[in-house]
């Protein structure tokens, strides 16, 4: 266990050594994401008390919307409306979720956040946390939505970084405020995330019940790393885990 008021680097390496290893026997993207989430939710705790840290934990992944499974691709496009989706268009998708309800275990129950459509400035205005995210990570949403081709391994490789809100109370980056902020007691929003060779961010975001420290978040920069290297063998390839039918041998 780590206290995450008081995450060190001894906590940050063996944290990381873990991380890595979540992809091991894994057989999707998903599958992935879901085991990140659920050991930072139960291993990162409130020094005092023991109990999780983190009211909400979750895994995010910038992905093409011609490529969603169709239940998110029809979620997007009801967020869409009547406006058409551009050939490049990327949603930003929740992989996994872990967290103190049971409905945010499950990422098929979120009623906001399953696949929301990268669209330039009406996205920034609508979702002001993820706008916020790109900033921090160094990208524009132009970037997010198309890579340079002759830069992504230049991106690859300086895209490392914390998304950080070290008051969560007022906070613009986090609109959801009476109803998650305050009923919750969240303090601090802390991310990592990394660029895959694929050109999609990745990021965790959480959300916890204790303040974080800029020296404390500091220390979850080089996890970003950590989880990359999990997911690395899914990107772009077996993405999703297989939806009920597909065990049976109906989807390919």
């Known amino acids: 266990m780590y206290d995450l008021a008081r ?20 057989t999707s993207l998903e599958e992935t994401a879901g085991r990140t989430v659920r050991y930072l939710h139960e291993h990162l705790v409130d020094g005092q008390s023991g109990e999780p840290a983190c009211v909400l934990v979750r895994l995010f992944k910038t992905h093409p919307f011609k490529g969603l499974e169709p239940g998110l691709k029809r979620y997007a ?3 869409l ?75 690859r490789e300086k895209t490392y970084n914390v998304f950080y809100v070290p008051e969560a109370i007022g906070s613009p980056y986090i609109p959801v405020q009476e109803e ?18 694929s050109g999609d961010l990745c990021a965790v975001i959480m959300f916890s019940r204790v303040s974080v420290t800029p020296d404390a978040a500091e220390m979850f920069r080089p996890l970003a790393l950590c989880v990359k290297l999990a997911l690395l063998p899914f990107d772009g390839k077996a993405v999703f885990a297989p939806l009920p039918s597909s065990r049976k041998g109906v989807r390919a």
């Open 7 to 26: 995450f060190s680097l001894k906590d940050m390496t063996e944290c990381g050594a873990a991380l890595r290893k979540l992809g091991d026997g894994a």
């Open 77 to 79: 496009k009801a967020i």
């Open 81 to 155: 409306g009547d406006r058409p989706a551009p050939p490049t268009l990327k949603c930003i998708t929740l992989m996994a979720t872990a967290g103190l309800r049971p409905e945010w275990n499950e990422r098929g129950k979120s009623t906001r956040y399953k696949a929301i459509p990268i669209l330039g400035e009406p996205f920034a205005a609508q979702l002001p946390m993820f706008a916020r995210l790109f900033v921090q990570f160094g990208l524009d949403i132009g970037t997010v939505l198309q890579p340079p081709s002759d830069l992504l391994v230049d991106y």
């Open 180 to 197: 998650f902020v305050a009923r919750y007691g969240v303090k601090s929003a802390l991310g990592f995330g990394a660029l895959l060779p």
